[in-house]
């Protein structure tokens, strides 16, 4: 069975960093890419992040692009999102999913995790 478990999440100042954790278990790690996705109250999943877990490349949105860094570890299955320079608009709960395309509708990855929340405090 797939799976998918967030950790890291909590609450912070402004400013402060969080490190997210995405472990994976129960399908091949690199056949796949992993997603951090976010939801704040009241709005849609946004892409934050994504990794092609065969070959490294990564993708950022506009909105993270400079604070926050994904990587991954396929010896144990994870990938890591370090976001840092938090603002209060990047409060939200934080998902991680995986598919084997790699796109920014949240609609077409596969597998979801049960998502972490980050809280950051102005």
């Known amino acids: 069975e797939m799976e998918l478990v967030e950790s890291g999440g909590g609450l912070v100042h402004l400013g402060g960093s969080l490190r997210l954790s995405c472990a994976a278990s129960?399908?091949?790690?690199?056949?796949?890419?992993i997603g951090w996705f976010r939801q704040a109250p009241g709005k849609e999943h946004e892409a934050v992040s994504c990794?092609?877990?065969?070959?490294?490349?990564?993708w950022y949105s506009d909105s993270v692009k400079g604070r926050f860094t994904i990587s991954r570890d396929n010896a144990k299955n994870t990938v890591d999102l370090q976001i840092n320079s938090l603002k209060p608009d990047d409060t939200a709960v934080y998902y991680c999913?995986?598919?084997?395309?790699?796109?920014?509708?949240?609609?077409?990855?596969?597998?979801w995790g049960q998502g972490t929340q980050v809280t950051v405090s102005s």
């Open positions: 990794i092609d877990t065969y070959d490294g490349t990564t």
């Open positions: 999913a995986a598919s084997t395309v790699i796109a920014g509708d949240p609609a077409l990855w596969d597998y």
């Open positions: 129960g399908f091949r790690f690199d056949a796949y890419a």
